[in-house]
């Protein structure tokens, strides 16, 4: 089974741990992987060693509602789920459409100002919800491109 990976960031947490352990690494990291379209059932069901092994150790959800507003797109989802609000709140109400987004509704790469990168198949969340301008880096293209250039990034930062 393949799945396709839409969004995966890296974001570099500012600030240290209340109580960092000896020779521990100061900057804390989200991983934030999103999965387009694919039913919870089917992920599960599905020989993924190394998502299991995330799901294990991370916080994750399987049932997550990004949003009950517009139709069932991925924009208006992708922006709800990295925004926390409602379309009609951030604007984006179908895929394509993004002059109406509100700006005063920040995505949490945004939040992290320049401290991300991303990996991304399908180029708009890049380039329209995202915004590359807030990325430290960023890259766009096939599942297994853009899975190995994250990898690299994990490995090398």
Sequence with gaps: MR???LLCLL???CGEPETPEPN???L???LIIGLDGTRPDCLTAATTPRLDELLETGAFSLN????SQAA???APGWMSVLTGVEPGKHGVVTNGEYGDRDS???TVVQLFDGAAVAA???GQIAWSILGVETLAAWTTGADDFVTDWMVERLASD
């Design 72 to 74: 069932t797109q991925s």
């Design 120 to 122: 991304v198949h399908w």
């Design 104 to 106: 005063r509704y920040k």
């Design 24 to 26: 521990a690494d100061p």
């Design 11 to 13: 974001c570099g947490a």
């Design 28 to 30: 804390r990291r989200v």
């Design 3 to 5: 799945l396709t990976v």
């Design 64 to 67: 997550a509602d990004s949003q």
